[in-house]
């Protein structure tokens, strides 16, 4: 295992372009699919430690009382988890977006969630990764309804020494809908998109 | 083996469903696994529409997935836990059914964008979904309990809570628990400053305690607050056994306000005692005041004519000294019933009974009451004297006050019988009147302090209360009371009947009539 896992600041800014890049992308295949003008703002990336993950959580997302938190694994080069989290209010908008009737219930939700979700990260990371010269394999994605950050717990999380975070907001035009999605990596992904890094910088 | 035929054999035998869709919804391909499964053959499904066969499809959701999908060249997924199925395909398992169809984890991977098709891949999750319903089922289960758990915590804490009494849980001699009431009685903040505390930290005196003299039988005690101040209190010890671990429970009833009530009550009746006690003076002084006045009036009258001899001046003398020792002896028996007793003495029940009548007697003749004794054979007490004075003038005076009351003024022949005598080795002593009796609903009511069914100038209520605690208390006796016919001279009556019954002991002798 790296134990320089970090990125320098050209690194950094390279990543950054790329996550720009491939959160257009994201944006114009929501578009494109729901017919609704949806932004993503510019994607904040930082790497952190595994253990300061949750109080990171607690600090970086505003959650309402009640949220989903959708969650999909990423295999490959690329590996890791996407979580895409959502308040109460907001995933009744965003289902609305998706033509759902005012009273949805709680299955239609979180089908929405899954589905938008499944769409940020495949979008984004098939991207990313298709930038990095690699294929990234998604897993169905899963849903969890919590009450508090608190409740969410990884016990295999220490397994990781850094995660690189990518957060984004995602709004749709004239909805009231804000939802963050984070990816988040693993330590030899990091050590991968490093060494990608590198060489996408060299060829410029 | 041609390419074309390995495909299909892998195809054929994945153990999922594999169905090649166009965004029309025509199936292109349908394997085996799907044939088997929902009767369908390739052959019969083979180009048509994926509706007809299924219309209970969601086609939105459906359409939406393989749109999404094309257009991303990513899959897009069902999950089985919030779509449930994507083919409705009855499960053929028999027994331990929990769902009637499939459950279904659906993976729609592009296939080919340009014509639009996408490959279904369609996984049997029944198994887990199952699992998970049960799951479900018994966190459902589990969840109820622990609220109906917790109903019963808050139940219990509410009933220890509203309890009259302070309750203490001893274990190994040291408190474990108590309840709000516990903690306010002995004049503590919080439980936590008792935890720990021994049973004879709570007592007066705490070498007095025997505990296991005390299981399961309320006793009286002085128990210590936290300021040291002392207070009566009910005590109840129970012994039971919780986790295995023997424990004591006890309860405790804080006297102080009941005692209080008791001494002013005690207090009350003997100010209502000393009330009556002076009516009966002033009619019991009348007769011998006239004596003294009408023989000093007398003398005076000779001495002013002139006319008074020796003789006169030494009767009227004798007759004034004999009044005053009368007078004098009244106050003296007054003043021995009103200090009540110290100390129980030997004495003979028709005495009593006789030094009553001679505090009453002017009473009773002003009332024209009829005084009948009957003794049946002597019998000495060892009691308290004066109190069963106090407790006999009484009942004398409530069945005086019975003839007194409106209904039964029109009786002329007025008679309050006397009678004592020995039954199972107790003195009985009966006194009944010919006033007519008690109504029934009130008949058991009349020993209860401030009852009183007479005018005010006449009761107070505590009468026949003080009466019930002298016999009862201090005589150690019993007193009934009862309704009675009975004839008397050949004449029917019916009166109230007061037996007042008193143990005798080895101390007390009987002496039969001679």
Not at chain 1, 105 to 119: A, G, K, P, Q, R
Not at chain 1, 164 to 172: G, P
Not at chain 2, 111 to 124: A, M, P, Q, R
Not at chain 2, 288 to 313: H, Y
Request: contains cysteine; glycine residues 4%; proline residues 2%.
């Amino acid at each position: 295992m790296n134990t320089q896992i970090t990125l320098n600041e050209d690194q950094r800014d390279c990543l950054q372009e790329l996550m720009n890049v491939a959160y257009g992308s994201a944006t114009a295949a929501i578009s494109d699919i729901l017919d609704a003008f949806a932004t993503l703002s510019v994607p904040a990336i930082s790497i952190i430690d595994t253990k300061d993950l949750k109080a990171h959580l607690l600090n970086n997302i505003e959650v309402e009382d009640v949220h989903y938190i959708s969650s999909q694994t990423l295999n490959g080069k690329i590996a890791g988890e996407s979580l895409f989290i959502i308040g109460e209010k907001s995933s009744i908008n965003l289902a609305k977006e998706f033509g759902c009737e005012e009273d949805a219930d709680v299955n239609e939700l979180c089908d929405v969630i899954l589905e938008i979700t499944n769409i940020l990260s495949s979008a984004t990371i098939s991207k990313l990764a298709q930038e990095m010269g690699t294929v990234v394999s998604f897993s169905p994605p899963h849903i969890h309804m919590v009450h508090s950050i608190e409740n969410f717990d990884n016990q295999y999380l220490e397994k990781y020494q850094k995660v690189i975070v990518i957060k984004t907001q995602l709004n749709f035009e004239n909805q009231n809908i804000n939802a963050d999605l984070l990816i988040l990596t693993t330590d030899d992904s990091i050590v991968f998109i490093e060494n990608m890094l590198d060489k996408i910088l060299e060829e410029f | 083996m041609t390419f074309s035929q390995k495909f299909d054999l892998i195809c054929d035998t994945v153990d999922n469903g594999v169905i090649l869709l166009d965004s029309n919804l025509q199936v292109h391909f349908w394997n085996n696994w799907l044939a088997t499964r929902t009767n369908i053959s390739f052959e019969e499904i083979k180009n048509k529409n994926l509706l007809d066969f299924f219309p209970n499809i969601n086609t939105k959701t459906l359409n939406r997935k393989i749109k999404t999908s094309l257009n991303l060249n990513s899959p897009t997924f069902y999950d089985s836990d919030i779509n449930k199925f994507l083919l409705d395909i009855e499960l053929n398992k028999v027994t331990n059914k929990v769902f009637q169809s499939m459950r279904q984890g659906v993976t729609i991977t592009p296939f080919d964008k340009e014509s639009g098709l996408v490959i279904v891949y369609i996984y049997d999750t029944t198994l887990l979904s199952e699992s998970n319903h049960k799951l479900e089922t018994r966190n459902t289960k589990l969840h109820q309990i622990q609220n109906e758990l917790k109903d019963e915590i808050n139940k219990i804490e509410l009933l220890l809570d509203a309890t009259m009494d302070a309750m203490f849980v001893f274990e190994n001699g040291l408190c474990v628990n108590t309840n709000d009431l516990g903690i306010e009685l002995f004049g503590y903040v919080n439980k936590h400053e008792l935890m720990g505390k021994t049973i004879s930290q709570f007592l007066k005196n705490s070498s007095d305690l025997d505990i296991s003299k005390h299981y399961s039988k309320p006793f009286e005690l002085s128990l210590i607050k936290k300021d040291e101040t002392i207070f009566p209190a009910l005590l109840k010890i129970k012994k039971s056994i919780f986790k295995n671990r023997p424990i004591e429970i006890i309860s405790i009833v804080d006297l102080s306000e009941l005692k209080a009530k008791d001494k002013l009550i005690s207090e009350q009746s003997k100010h209502a005692a000393m009330g009556e006690m002076i009516g009966n003076i002033a009619h019991q002084w009348r007769q011998p005041l006239n004596t003294i006045s009408t023989a000093a009036s007398g003398v005076k009258l000779l001495k002013e004519c002139d006319a008074l001899e020796d003789s006169d001046l030494d009767e009227s003398l004798e007759g004034i000294i004999k009044s005053t020792k009368y007078l004098s002896r009244t106050i003296d028996d007054f003043n021995d019933f009103l200090k009540g007793d110290k100390e129980k003495t030997n004495f003979n029940l028709q005495e009593n009974i006789q030094k009553d009548l001679s505090i009453l007697k002017a009473m009773m003749k002003n009332s024209k009451i009829n005084i009948i004794e009957k003794h049946e054979q002597a019998i000495e007490l060892f009691s308290f004297d004066n109190e069963l004075s106090q407790a006999i003038i009484n009942i004398l005076s409530n069945s005086k006050d019975a003839f007194e009351q409106d209904e039964v003024t029109f009786i002329d022949d007025r008679h309050i019988f006397i009678h004592t005598s020995v039954s199972d080795n107790n003195a009985v002593i009966d006194i009944f009147d010919n006033a007519g009796g008690i109504p029934d609903e009130i008949l058991n009511k009349i020993f209860e302090p401030y009852f009183t069914t007479k005018h005010k100038s006449l009761g107070t209520g505590l009468g026949l209360y003080m009466t019930l605690q002298i016999i009862t208390q201090n005589i150690e006796g019993i007193i009934t009371v009862e309704n009675k016919k009975f004839t008397y001279n050949s004449k029917n009556y019916n009166g109230a009947n007061f037996k007042i019954t008193i143990p005798l002991n080895s101390e007390v002798s009987i002496t039969r009539h001679t």
